[in-house]
């Protein structure tokens, strides 16, 4: 995949809004630059302004970067009663990457993201130039740490907290201070900027944002909530992935901590890096954007150009 396109003139890099419409849904998306397609899916309690630095490099770098909503994260998703499993999110990202291009995309994913990325990865290679994924490790990796590592559990309480029906009220208590408190615990090193915890609280407002946002928790647990038909989709979502990927995580990461990418390469059959980035936790990209950027463009011009 070569990047060509506005390098220099983009300025401030022109992150503006985008819809597109895509397996049903009006996608409520910020968009950068003009070139080869980059693809940046968010992850939770997030939104897609949390990749402003990275739409920025890359739009000035000769990308076109798109960064979606996910499935119910925009009160104006029609989507926002789910599903919300990951092979339903698969679907969503390779119907916008036929919307939005006919050649490859670069699929770039931090949290949910990162399963997202990497399951449109195995799901449709032909589709994806190559991957990067950020703070969430593969899903046997992280099943294993559920399941053997008592410091890793305590990290997820969360996720148990979430299936309990008193989980909104809670989380829209105080004007949604858990949401801070939840960043200040898993990046314990990072003040979050006051205008991006603005806009990510003006979203779970929306009674529809914030029942979506613990739907994917609540899919992952509960086979009940799941699609019968996308069973074939699930076991698929197990294999190797195909094309090369990048991982980066931070050193100080207070929800999946740095040791659970440990053998991490067994589940990627192209080339496969990882980095720990230091000073850094959960919201890596945003805490150290400058170390993330450089090393998202050094993968993509080795990869791709």
């Given at each position: 995949?070569?990047?060509?396109?506005?390098?220099?003139?983009?300025?401030?890099?022109?992150?503006?809004?985008?819809?597109?419409?895509?397996?049903?849904?009006?996608?409520?998306?910020?968009?950068?630059?003009?070139?080869?397609?980059?693809?940046?899916?968010?992850?939770?309690?997030?939104?897609?302004?949390?990749?402003?630095?990275?739409?920025?490099?890359?739009?000035?770098?000769?990308?076109?970067?798109?960064?979606?909503?996910?499935?119910?994260?925009?009160?104006?998703?029609?989507?926002?009663?789910?599903?919300?499993?990951?092979?339903?999110?698969?679907?969503?990202?390779?119907?916008?990457?036929?919307?939005?291009?006919?050649k490859t995309a670069a699929l770039i994913g931090h949290d949910w993201g990162g399963a997202v990325v990497r399951g449109a990865a195995i799901m449709a290679p032909e589709k994806v130039a190559g991957i990067v994924t950020m703070a969430v490790p593969t899903?046997?990796?992280?099943?294993?740490?559920?399941?053997?590592?008592?410091?890793?559990?305590?990290?997820?309480?969360?996720?148990?907290?979430?299936?309990?029906?008193?989980?909104?009220?809670?989380?829209?208590?105080?004007?949604?201070?858990?949401?801070?408190?939840?960043?200040?615990?898993?990046?314990?090193?990072?003040?979050?900027?006051?205008?991006?915890?603005?806009?990510?609280?003006?979203?779970?407002?929306?009674?529809?944002?914030?029942?979506?946002?613990?739907?994917?928790?609540?899919?992952?647990?509960?086979?009940?909530?799941?699609?019968?038909?996308?069973?074939?989709?699930?076991?698929?979502?197990?294999?190797?992935?195909?094309?090369?990927?990048?991982?980066?995580?931070?050193?100080?990461?207070?929800?999946?901590?740095?040791?659970?990418?440990?053998?991490?390469?067994?589940?990627?059959?192209?080339?496969?890096?990882?980095?720990?980035?230091?000073?850094?936790?959960?919201?890596?990209?945003?805490?150290?954007?400058?170390?993330?950027?450089?090393?998202?463009?050094?993968?993509?011009?080795?990869?791709?150009?």
């Amino acid at each position: 995949m070569t990047a060509k396109g506005t390098k220099g003139t983009t300025g401030n890099a022109g992150i503006r809004p985008l819809a597109v419409e895509a397996n049903g849904r009006t996608v409520q998306a910020l968009e950068a630059g003009e070139g080869a397609l980059a693809i940046a899916i968010h992850g939770f309690p997030d939104l897609p302004l949390s990749f402003r630095h990275q739409m920025k490099a890359l739009a000035e770098s000769g990308y076109r970067v798109v960064a979606p909503c996910l499935r119910g994260y925009s009160p104006l998703d029609v989507a926002s009663d789910g599903p919300f499993e990951v092979a339903v999110l698969v679907q969503d990202l390779l119907a916008l990457i036929d919307r939005l291009t006919d050649k490859t995309a670069a699929l770039i994913g931090h949290d949910w993201g990162g399963a997202v990325v990497r399951g449109a990865a195995i799901m449709a290679p032909e589709k994806v130039a190559g991957i990067v994924t950020m703070a969430v490790p593969t899903a046997d990796n992280f099943a294993r740490a559920l399941l053997t590592s008592p410091i890793q559990q305590r990290r997820s309480w969360y996720m148990y907290f979430f299936q309990l029906p008193i989980a909104e009220r809670a989380m829209a208590n105080d004007d949604f201070r858990f949401l801070e408190e939840l960043r200040r615990e898993w990046s314990p090193g990072w003040d979050c900027p006051q205008e991006v915890m603005y806009e990510v609280k003006a979203a779970f407002r929306a009674p529809s944002v914030l029942k979506a946002a613990l739907g994917y928790y609540r899919s992952q647990f509960n086979p009940a909530l799941q699609q019968p038909e996308l069973a074939p989709l699930r076991r698929r979502l197990a294999e190797p992935v195909p094309v090369p990927a990048l991982h980066l995580h931070g050193a100080d990461d207070g929800c999946i901590g740095a040791e659970t990418v440990a053998g991490m390469e067994s589940a990627f059959k192209g080339h496969f890096e990882k980095h720990i980035i230091p000073s850094a936790g959960h919201f890596v990209h945003q805490e150290q954007p400058g170390l993330v950027n450089e090393l998202i463009l050094e993968f993509l011009k080795k990869e791709f150009s």
